[in-house]
């Protein structure tokens, strides 16, 4: 059985999932975010296996998500940073805690708070409209093809996406 191809498809989703969408990855990030950047301190901090963290960090330096960087030469060590691509990511991350903090927590609460430098204040990401600063949310958008929209298995619009009433729905059903 051939693996889907999540990156070749006109999706900026299927596309997002392709580089990050197996479980290792985004804690791979997040501990790298953190200033966990050593092979040893990953593999140690996540319990992962020597092998699937290799391949992982291998699959997100290819991916320019992070980058390697020699710290010391003999024998050669390396530590991972993000890049900006990667740091984009974690933007992500975030609003992932959020999800995770309200349906998934429990009554111990958040394991992890979040202090923004701005104000000072222990407060959880919020997605804003870049054009009017508005809040955002699943049902405060219409969902339209874009200049990259393209037919075929997994593509946002590909003409199947019509815009009636709160959100998106089948193009068959809007007619």
């Known amino acids: 059985m051939q693996r889907t191809r999540f990156g070749e498809m006109a999706c900026s989703i299927a596309r997002t999932w392709d580089v990050i969408g197996e479980p290792w990855s985004p804690l791979i ?7 966990i950047r ?3 301190q990953l593999q140690a901090s996540l319990g992962i296996s020597r092998k699937v963290l290799a391949e992982r960090l291998r699959w997100l330096v290819e991916a320019e998500v992070l980058q390697r960087r020699e710290y010391a030469s003999r ?3 390396y530590e991972y940073t993000l890049t900006q691509k990667g740091m984009e990511l974690c933007d992500l991350l975030l609003v992932m805690v959020r999800w995770g903090d309200r349906w998934t927590a429990g009554e111990a609460g958040p394991p992890v708070l ?8 222990i ?3 919020e997605p804003h409209c870049s054009a009017c600063g508005g809040p955002m949310s699943a049902t405060d958008i219409d969902v339209l ?3 990259g929209a393209a037919p075929g ?4 619009a590909g003409g199947q996406i019509a815009v009636v009433g709160d959100g998106p729905t089948s193009a068959t059903a809007a007619s």
């Open 153 to 156: 298995p997994g593509s946002d």
């Open 114 to 121: 979040y202090r923004h430098h701005a104000c000072g204040e």
């Open 29 to 35: 990030l997040r501990n790298v975010y953190v200033g």
């Open 123 to 125: 407060s959880h990401v």
């Open 38 to 40: 050593r092979f040893d």
């Open 145 to 147: 093809p874009g200049p």
């Open 75 to 77: 024998p050669a060590r």
